[in-house]
Structures are given as structure tokens and as C-alpha cells.
């Protein structure tokens, strides 16, 4: 619980030094295709573990039953409000959130690399974005799957838009920031296990097979 809470607020000081770096960090080059080209890379990787998150969580250490089958959450009750239903299948609305998020962001990058296009207020409104994102996945955690879904997609899609904003007035800036959405997927993660992990620990059904 405490390293969640750590992580969170290390995710949200991050994001404050980021800002804090754009209105004053001089200005120098970079190779900008490079950092797009990680950033569209680590989108991927995004969208893969949003496909297969038991091997995202195998990688930190979280294994869950092999048994879960709703969206790789519990087929319980408890979790109703972290899934949904899509054509008789059930998904995880965060991780769905992620993955559409990620495919905006990729074609928000190339469209960026092919054509081109400068707007100072690309980079405040995917702070925006971004900062509303980590408040309501580590803090408020509104429980509705469609909030969950949405702010996934906004932490993603924010994103793009920060990292297109840097690369038109603080390039220079690019390898920090490509540091700092590692640690916000992390922090995603771990945020997200350490909860699923705290409604198990409150369920009162001791015969539960995912305890």
C-alpha cells in the first residue's frame, strides 16, 4: 500500500518538474525521430500488455489464478465495475482504455512525423489530460468501468500530445519524459494490482478460489 501511495505521488512530482523544466530549460536539439520512435514503441508495448496482462503482471511479480475469466479480473461480483461486456465477452475497461488510447497515440505520432504541425497548447492540454488522469487512477478511483475506460484513454492519449508538444519547443526534454511514462505505467499497474488485491483481502467469502 505504501509503495503504491509512493508511486503515486512520485508519478504526480514528476509531472510538476516536467512543467517546471518546459517554461525554463534552454532550448537544444536532439534527435527527434528517435524519441518518437520510442515513444510509438513503448505504445506498443502498451497495447500488448493490455492484451496480455497476466504476463504484464508476471513481470512485476503479481500472478494472479489462472483461473480469472472477465477481463483478467476475478469472475466476481466484487469487480462488476471494472469490466464490461462487449458481444458476450468480457473486458477490462482500463485495459481497453489503454489499448485504444495507445492505437489514438500512434496515429497521432505519424500523422505528427508525415505532415507536421506546431501548437503551444498541445503540450498544457496533455498536462491536463494527464494530470486529471493520475488523480482519478491513484486517488479519486471513481468506481465505474466507463470512468476507468476513459481515464486510461486520457492518461495515453495525453501523452501523445505532451510528447508532440516537447518535440516542437523543448526537445531536448524527450529522454525525461520517456522516463517518466515508464513510471507512470508502473505506477498504473502496481495502483491497480495493490486494489484488486485489497477487495480480495475484504471479501468475507473464505471459500473465494481466487484468494
Not at 505521488?9 to 520510442?38: C, D, K, T
Not at 500488455?49 to 466484487?78: M, Q, T, V, W
Request: hydrophobic share 50%; proline share 3%; charged share 15%.
Amino acid at each position: 500500500m505504501n509503495s503504491s501511495r509512493s508511486l503515486s505521488f512520485l508519478s504526480l512530482l514528476g509531472l510538476f518538474f516536467l512543467v517546471l523544466m518546459y517554461q525554463w530549460a534552454p532550448v537544444s536539439e536532439i534527435n527527434r525521430n528517435l524519441i518518437l520512435a520510442v515513444f510509438i514503441l513503448v505504445c506498443i508495448l502498451g497495447m500488448m500488455a493490455a492484451i496480455y496482462p497476466r504476463h504484464c503482471l508476471g513481470l512485476f511479480n503479481r500472478k494472479r489464478e489462472k483461473s480469472e475469466s472477465a477481463g483478467h479480473h476475478p469472475d466476481c461480483g466484487e469487480f462488476e465495475t471494472h469490466t464490461f461486456t462487449l458481444k458476450c465477452r468480457r473486458y477490462c475497461a482500463g485495459c481497453f482504455g489503454l489499448f485504444l488510447g495507445s492505437i489514438g497515440a500512434i496515429f497521432f505520432c505519424l500523422f505528427y512525423y508525415l505532415y507536421g504541425f506546431s501548437s503551444s497548447i498541445l503540450f498544457w492540454a496533455g498536462v491536463l489530460a494527464v494530470f486529471l488522469a493520475l488523480i482519478e487512477l491513484n486517488y479519486f478511483k471513481i468506481n465505474r468501468s466507463w470512468v476507468k475506460f476513459i481515464f486510461n484513454l486520457v492518461l495515453v492519449t495525453g501523452s501523445a500530445m505532451i510528447i508532440v508538444g516537447i518535440l516542437e519547443s523543448k526537445p531536448s526534454l524527450g529522454p525525461y519524459f520517456l522516463v517518466l511514462i515508464i513510471l507512470w505505467i508502473y505506477t498504473r499497474t502496481t495502483t491497480s494490482a495493490t486494489d484488486h488485491d485489497l477487495i480480495c483481502s475484504r471479501c468475507s467469502d473464505t471459500a473465494c478460489p481466487y484468494k
